[in-house]
Nanobody
Framework: VQLQAFGGGLVQAGGSLRLSCAASGRIFSTYALDWLRQAPGKARELVATSSGNGVSTYYADSAKGRFTISRDSAKNTVYLQMNSLKPEDTAVYYC????????????????WGQGTQVTVSS
């Protein structure tokens, strides 16, 4: 398994969750690692991305100020800390790896983790 995501769950609005995505060493050190989400009936959308060297990050407008993407090189893991969660954040969250940094088509990802469900109740 190249990417393995976990950490989803049920949380009340205003609460926090931290998602984790464990990557192989090769992927972690080379690829941009992104978090995307897909709500029922909606297209998969980028939430946040971290460049291959971990220096640069990008957030969707919906995530700015509330979510933080980070990397732990000792654990080959990328995290998504989600604070001030809203019901509209409810979705299946995916981690994915690409050699491209920034906004990209879902076809431009090389590896996907399994999704993890995040449900935010009002």
């Amino acid at each position: 398994v190249q990417l393995q995501a976990f950490g989803g769950g049920l949380v009340q609005a205003g609460g926090s969750l931290r998602l984790s995505c464990a990557a192989s060493g090769r992927i972690f050190s080379t690829y941009a690692l992104d978090w995307l989400r897909q709500a029922p009936g909606k297209a998969r959308e980028l939430v946040a991305t971290s460049s291959g060297n971990g220096v640069s990050t990008y957030y969707a407008d919906s995530a700015k100020g509330r979510f933080t993407i980070s990397r732990d090189s000792a654990k080959n893991t990328v995290y998504l800390q989600m604070n001030s969660l809203k019901p509209e954040d409810t979705a299946v969250y995916y981690c994915a790896a690409s050699l491209l940094y920034g906004h990209k088509s879902t076809t431009q990802y090389d590896y996907w983790g399994q999704g993890t469900q995040v449900t935010v109740s009002s």
